[in-house]
């Protein structure tokens, strides 16, 4: 039984697991899990906090499977701007989600939030932890797309270029399908694609 230290949240790993997993279909949970798996070994490469890690790639997907309502509500309060309305979960999990998170798990640790947040889309600028996260969503095992390799082998040579590898190949996704790119995406293409 891990106890995480209170700072990442009140609890052990398996309580958190527990919470986690009642919100989502097994299937999205066995993404949570090999998620935290790439990740835990990322953060062991890079010299990043094991527990920290651990907390956040649990949380990542938290509000994944919420409805819509949910987080049109969190628009309305005011603390986001109305354009993001025009987007869905795919974004909304990550920016608003990390609000859930705080409020329904009580985890305050400003960094595992933020790596919720940035998940999706990325920014300008990330931290270490946020880089992990956002990379090992894209080469859990469980993922299997043109490129994935190419993606695994630079995530272990230099985290940077796994994040503008992800990116670019995100951006590229999404203009194939033609659907609107939330703006954050594009900054975070500027910054660590073609910069
Ligand atoms: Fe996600
Ligand atoms: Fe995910």
């Given at each position: 039984m891990i106890l995480y230290s209170k700072q990442y949240f009140p609890g052990t790993r398996e309580e958190l697991v527990k919470k986690v997993s009642a919100t989502m279909s097994p299937k999205r949970f066995s993404h949570v899990l090999r998620v935290e798996k790439v990740a835990l070994e990322l953060a062991e490469y890079y010299g990043e906090e094991l527990e920290k890690t651990s907390v956040a790639a649990l949380v990542h997907?938290?509000?994944?499977?919420?409805?819509?309502e949910d987080f049109i509500r969190q628009i309305d309060k005011g603390?986001?701007?109305?354009?993001?309305?025009?987007?869905?979960n795919e974004i909304w999990h990550g920016i608003i989600g990390a609000d859930f998170v705080a409020e329904e798990?009580?985890?305050?640790d400003e960094a595992i939030l933020q790596a919720v947040r940035l998940?999706?889309?990325?920014?300008?600028e990330m931290s270490r932890l946020a880089q992990i996260i956002y990379v090992a969503d894209f080469i859990e095992d469980g993922r299997d797309f043109p490129g994935v390799a190419t993606a695994r082998r630079l995530a272990f040579e230099n985290l940077a270029s796994a994040v503008a590898f992800e990116t670019k190949h995100t951006l590229q996704f999404l203009i194939e399908k033609e659907v609107k790119v939330y703006p954050k995406t594009i900054e975070t293409y500027n910054a660590w694609v073609a910069n």
């Open positions: 997907d938290y509000a994944k499977e919420r409805p819509d603390k986001y701007s109305q354009d993001l309305k025009a987007y869905g798990l009580e985890i305050s998940h999706t889309t990325g920014a300008k």
